[in-house]
């Protein structure tokens, strides 16, 4: 340490004389200048001649200066630098010195009061400052990665934390807004981009870039629904901010498309809505990231299919296609590279024609895919932008239906002509449905009887393919059956009110009677002979309004007919199927009773219910106070600190959780054991599969059923027991 010492000392002293030659040249600087002045006080005309003959000795500002002052000052701080380095590699060898700590205020809720209040009264700047630093101090509470010796403020309460985000959330876009003198709410991105260039941005951006990111982070440190909720309410009045931060604009995105694949309860809303807001204010800067990355957020989240999860997927899909309904025209550029996406899988499996390929069409993600095109054509099928979308969409449905025509995939059959059926009827084009479904009616397993018994119940919305024991009850066919006359009065009664509905009902009519003769199921003839009932009666209707038209078929009056019959469903089959839709209702409701958190009412989720007003998301400001009322902190576990109550009603919860879960259990099992029972023969997608007699052997699954079923062993000994003691009555 000694032999050091010296070394040290030299280099202290040379950067000393360093510093005070610097600090001479800016005193010489100084006394030119003043020397200058008083030569042109004593001697003007010498002065005046060095104007003329040398102008660059005279033009000495004070620019110069302060310039050599403010590079004496950063040559002082990198000094100070190296100085704390070289003291760092010292203590290494020798003697450690204690660092001393600058002591941090601690906020109080006093302080939080005070700032608030000098905001509201008068708007002081050095109030917002504070106030934006608890901010910044409460967001990175807790985080490992933070470095505290950033941080102005120390570790604060619940209580304070609650204090600073409620009102920082609610009042911190008003405040921004005042200091850039915008609108109270709403606003453009080219507002915004004119802004970027004034003096009042230049002063207050970094307000609005640490309001945003601080509030980014926070957002993905919270775990709580209702608080991430809140917080993308609060946020989504400020994301016309975004326009000036593209980095933050694409963190925002990934984070709120994250929440909504992710999130339960009113989560995917609030994210939906958030995203939704951000493509209308600032269009193309995020539209194309927005709509790539929630279509594949569906993709993700709808691989898998049950009874629990099907409103729930359903809900995802129409929130899919309201975000994409925000620009239809960029909406169709996405929609035509994913469709033709699924029309190469289709190419593929039809060419090569083996089970991998066939099996990535015959999967829920490709069957879903079509369900959201569906959807959206439907949506938007009448508008220009979106409408060459319908022909190839249908072409890709009817080929998935028809690419393995065999019994075991009639539900997935199904599913695409509901699908076509769809279409059909909202764009008013004709799809050749009926072909599929007497086909269908033509099967041999549909048309023999049954000799697996009577089996139990088949969902087909909640399977794409079923096993070989459960193709031989009679719950199945009786399913198929049902549905395809429930799609083929669907189809008919489309063009019930079409001029040549006597023509197009002919064929399908003909192969209804002959199922008639060929099935030997009462319930299945009473079934068909009613539907060719009202097909007969509805041509009736149509050839005696035909009787008193004198125009031809090719007259363009022919779209006229019958306008007003249409508009009231006046047509036999159009009451008909009315009537069919609840019995068919019914019939689903008793199969699953589903336990889906997002509810029935958000499966159902319109064109235009998603709007909400800026009244709406006033009125829950209210609930900020609430949602932030808890003793949650970032880092922090508040169970030790909970009352016995919240213990109390959170035992509740998860017992109500654990039964909701057991019933979910037993839904799958009673719906979905015909896949679990094939295992992995399940997947073979060759002829082979459908041969018959072979005995499969009995798998696991098969014997946890039983146990549901069989009586205990302690019941049959007791029963055992009582069979003895009678006899010695007797």
Same mark, same amino acid.
């Given at each position: 340490?000694?032999a050091?010492?010296?070394?040290?000392?030299?280099?202290?002293?040379?950067?000393?004389?360093?510093?005070?030659?610097?600090?001479?040249?800016?005193?010489?600087?100084?006394?030119?200048?003043?020397?200058?002045?008083?030569?042109?006080?004593?001697?003007?005309?010498?002065?005046?001649?060095?104007?003329?003959?040398?102008?660059?000795?005279?033009?000495?500002?004070?620019?110069?200066?302060?310039?050599?002052?403010?590079?004496?000052?950063?040559?002082?701080?990198?000094?100070?630098?190296?100085?704390?380095?070289?003291?760092?590699?010292?203590?290494?060898?020798?003697?450690k010195?204690?660092?001393?700590?600058?002591?941090?205020?601690?906020?109080?809720?006093?302080?939080?009061?005070s700032?608030?209040?000098?905001?509201?009264?008068?708007?002081?700047?050095?109030? =917002?400052? $504070? &106030?934006?630093?608890?901010?910044?101090?409460?967001?990175?509470? #807790?985080? @490992?990665?933070? /470095? %505290?010796?950033?941080?102005?403020?120390?570790?604060?309460?619940?209580?304070?934390?609650?204090?600073?985000?409620?009102?920082?959330?609610?009042?911190?876009?008003?405040?921004?807004?005042?200091?850039?003198?915008?609108?109270?709410f709403?606003?453009?991105?080219?507002?915004?981009?004119?802004?970027?260039?004034?003096?009042?941005?230049?002063?207050?951006?970094?307000?609005?870039?640490?309001?945003?990111?601080?509030?980014?982070?926070?957002?993905?440190?919270?775990?709580?629904?209702?608080?991430?909720?809140?917080?993308?309410?609060?946020?989504?009045?400020?994301?016309?901010?975004?326009?000036?931060?593209?980095?933050?604009?694409?963190k925002?995105?990934?984070?709120?498309?994250?929440?909504?694949?992710?999130?339960?309860?009113?989560?995917? =809303?609030? $994210? &939906?809505?958030?995203?939704?807001?951000?493509?209308?204010?600032? #269009?193309? @800067?995020?539209? /194309? %990231?927005?709509?790539?990355?929630?279509?594949?957020?569906?993709?993700?989240?709808?691989?898998?299919?049950?009874?629990?999860?099907?409103?729930?997927?359903?809900?995802?899909?129409?929130?899919?296609?309201?975000?994409?309904?925000?620009d239809?025209?960029?909406?169709?550029?996405?929609?035509?590279?994913?469709?033709?996406?699924?029309?190469?899988?289709?190419?593929?499996?039809?060419?090569?024609?083996?089970?991998?390929?066939?099996?990535?069409?015959?999967?829920?993600?490709?069957?879903?895919?079509?369900?959201?095109?569906?959807?959206?054509?439907?949506?938007?099928?009448?508008?220009?932008?979106?409408?060459?979308?319908?022909?190839?969409?249908?072409?890709?449905?009817?080929?998935?239906?028809?690419?393995?025509?065999?019994a075991?995939?009639?539900?997935?059959?199904?599913?695409?002509?509901?699908?076509?059926?769809?279409i059909?009827?909202?764009?008013?084009?004709?799809?050749?449905?009926?072909?599929?479904?007497?086909?269908?009616?033509?099967?041999?397993?549909?048309?023999?009887?049954?000799?697996?018994?009577?089996?139990?119940?088949?969902?087909?919305?909640?399977?794409?393919?079923?096993?070989?024991?459960?193709?031989?009850?009679?719950?199945?066919?009786?399913?198929?059956?049902?549905?395809?006359?429930?799609?083929?009065?669907?189809?008919?009664?489309?063009?019930?009110?079409?001029?040549?509905?006597?023509?197009?009902?002919?064929?399908?009519?003909?192969r209804?009677?002959?199922?008639?003769?060929s099935?030997?199921?009462?319930r299945?003839?009473?079934?068909?002979?009613?539907?060719?009932?009202?097909?007969?009666?509805?041509?009736?209707?149509?050839?005696?309004?035909?009787?008193?038209?004198?125009?031809?078929?090719?007259?363009?009056?022919?779209?006229?007919?019958?306008?007003?019959?249409?508009?009231?469903?006046?047509?036999?089959?159009?009451?008909?199927?009315?009537?069919?839709?609840?019995?068919?209702q019914?019939?689903?409701?008793?199969?699953?009773?589903?336990?889906?958190?997002?509810?029935?009412?958000?499966?159902?989720?319109?064109?235009?219910?998603i709007?909400?007003?800026?009244?709406?998301?006033?009125?829950?400001?209210?609930?900020?106070?609430?949602?932030?009322?808890?003793?949650?902190?970032?880092?922090?576990?508040?169970?030790?600190?909970?009352?016995?109550?919240?213990?109390?009603?959170?035992?509740?919860?998860?017992?109500?959780?654990?039964?909701?879960?057991?019933?979910?259990?037993?839904?799958?099992?009673?719906?979905?054991?015909?896949?679990?029972?094939?295992?992995?023969?399940?997947?073979?997608?060759?002829?082979?599969?459908?041969?018959?007699?072979?005995?499969?052997?009995?798998?696991?699954g098969?014997?946890?059923?039983?146990?549901?079923?069989?009586?205990?062993?302690?019941?049959?000994?007791?029963?055992?027991?009582?069979?003895?003691?009678?006899?010695?009555?007797?």
């Amino acid at each position: 340490m000694e032999a050091k010492n010296p070394v040290k000392k030299s280099k202290l002293g040379k950067r000393k004389s360093d510093e005070e030659t610097q600090k001479s040249s800016g005193g010489q600087a100084k006394q030119h200048k003043e020397q200058l002045e008083r030569l042109h006080e004593k001697d003007p005309e010498f002065y005046d001649f060095l104007k003329e003959h040398d102008q660059e000795l005279l033009q000495f500002d004070d620019e110069d200066i302060e310039e050599d002052l403010d590079t004496n000052l950063e040559d002082e701080e990198t000094q100070e630098g190296d100085e704390i380095e070289e003291d760092e590699d010292t203590s290494d060898h020798g003697v450690k010195k204690k660092e001393k700590e600058t002591p941090k205020k601690v906020i109080t809720s006093e302080m939080v009061d005070s700032w608030c209040n000098m905001i509201r009264e008068t708007g002081k700047l050095s109030a =917002i400052h $504070s &106030l934006m630093k608890a901010f910044r101090t409460a967001c990175h509470y #807790g985080d @490992d990665k933070e /470095d %505290e010796s950033t941080l102005d403020f120390s570790i604060m309460s619940s209580s304070v934390f609650n204090k600073v985000m409620v009102f920082v959330l609610n009042e911190m876009d008003g405040i921004i807004r005042n200091l850039l003198e915008l609108p109270a709410f709403g606003g453009k991105k080219e507002t915004i981009i004119d802004l970027m260039s004034t003096k009042r941005w230049k002063n207050y951006n970094h307000l609005v870039k640490s309001y945003l990111g601080n509030a980014l982070h926070v957002l993905r440190q919270m775990t709580d629904t209702d608080m991430i909720s809140f917080t993308l309410r609060r946020l989504k009045h400020s994301s016309i901010f975004l326009a000036a931060f593209p980095i933050l604009l694409r963190k925002y995105v990934k984070t709120a498309l994250d929440l909504w694949g992710l999130g339960g309860g009113a989560l995917p =809303i609030a $994210s &939906l809505l958030f995203l939704r807001d951000l493509c209308i204010r600032l #269009g193309s @800067d995020c539209l /194309d %990231e927005c709509f790539k990355g929630i279509y594949k957020a569906y993709v993700l989240n709808c691989q898998f299919m049950n009874a629990a999860k099907l409103q729930h997927v359903q809900f995802l899909g129409n929130c899919v296609i309201e975000l994409y309904g925000v620009d239809l025209p960029t909406a169709y550029q996405h929609a035509f590279i994913f469709i033709r996406q699924l029309a190469m899988i289709l190419r593929e499996a039809l060419s090569s024609k083996t089970k991998e390929a066939f099996r990535k069409v015959y999967e829920w993600k490709f069957m879903n895919c079509l369900e959201l095109w569906t959807g959206a054509v439907c949506a938007y099928g009448s508008e220009a932008d979106f409408r060459p979308v319908v022909y190839p969409l249908a072409q890709i449905i009817y080929g998935a239906a028809r690419l393995v025509p065999t019994a075991r995939y009639l539900p997935l059959r199904l599913r695409c002509i509901r699908m076509l059926n769809r279409i059909a009827a909202s764009t008013g084009t004709f799809t050749p449905v009926s072909m599929l479904l007497l086909d269908m009616l033509e099967m041999k397993e549909l048309n023999r009887p049954t000799t697996g018994g009577v089996g139990k119940a088949v969902d087909l919305r909640t399977i794409l393919k079923v096993s070989k024991p459960t193709l031989k009850t009679r719950a199945f066919q009786e399913a198929c059956v049902l549905s395809v006359v429930d799609e083929l009065a669907e189809h008919l009664a489309q063009w019930s009110y079409s001029i040549a509905f006597p023509e197009l009902s002919f064929i399908p009519g003909v192969r209804l009677r002959g199922f008639c003769k060929s099935t030997k199921v009462e319930r299945f003839r009473r079934a068909t002979r009613e539907l060719i009932r009202q097909i007969e009666a509805n041509s009736q209707f149509i050839t005696e309004r035909r009787k008193a038209i004198s125009f031809l078929p090719n007259d363009p009056a022919v779209a006229s007919f019958l306008e007003d019959e249409k508009r009231s469903e006046a047509s036999p089959l159009s009451q008909y199927v009315l009537s069919l839709r609840q019995i068919a209702q019914q019939r689903n409701d008793s199969l699953v009773e589903s336990s889906v958190l997002v509810g029935e009412n958000s499966a159902v989720f319109g064109k235009r219910k998603i709007q909400e007003s800026d009244e709406e998301d006033d009125t829950r400001d209210e609930e900020g106070t609430t949602v932030f009322s808890s003793s949650w902190l970032p880092g922090v576990d508040s169970k030790d600190k909970e009352p016995k109550d919240v213990k109390k009603k959170k035992k509740r919860k998860t017992e109500q959780e654990e039964r909701v879960a057991i019933d979910e259990d037993i839904v799958e099992d009673l719906v979905l054991s015909s896949d679990e029972e094939d295992g992995p023969s399940s997947d073979a997608l060759s002829d082979a599969d459908e041969e018959e007699g072979k005995p499969e052997p009995s798998k696991p699954g098969s014997k946890k059923q039983k146990r549901y079923t069989n009586p205990s062993k302690k019941n049959i000994k007791s029963q055992a027991k009582k069979s003895r003691k009678r006899k010695g009555v007797k």
